[in-house]
């Protein structure tokens, strides 16, 4: 039997070149608390993201996956959610990509046994938008649509 080749997904290479704006916090799903209620990504936010859309051309492998973004805060002991912190974050993916000759021809390795993907381009499809009213009293911006734009380095 042999091994399945491995592709990447949306969720990979949106996680890698988010790694890149933001740092280590980034994933699908918020961390969850630690046994006494701590969250390990109070002191810097999170951003989470979902496949909201897109399309693989179907001529050339490139796909073009359109990722919707939650940027979170948490103020720790307080119900006044920190908003600065979590529309930095946002802004902070924004001036990423507009910035422009730094996003092409970027090269970003995924996990062990996946290939590497070329980063062709990233841009917004819509401005960092306020979430009032989280139950949690987070603090979230969601960004509508993050396209990246990428294809899969031969091995």
Known sequence: ?????????????????LKTVVGDRVATTLPKPGAE???SW????????VVAGGASNIYVPLRTPVMGLSCWAANPGSQKPP???????????????LD????????LALPNGYPSVQVMSAYLV???????DDASSYARYD???????????PS
């Open 126 to 132: 819509g401005d960092p938008r306020r979430i009032p």
């Open 100 to 107: 422009h000759p730094n996003v092409p021809r970027r090269t």
């Open 37 to 39: 209620g701590s969250l």
């Open 1 to 17: 039997m042999t091994t399945p080749t491995l592709h990447a997904t949306p969720e990979l290479v949106t996680t890698a070149w």
């Open 42 to 49: 109070a002191s810097g936010g999170f951003v989470t993201h």
């Open 143 to 153: 960004i509508p649509g993050l396209v990246i734009a990428w294809t899969e380095v």
């Open 83 to 97: 908003w600065n912190q979590a529309a930095t974050l946002a802004e902070s993916i924004v001036a990423a990509c």
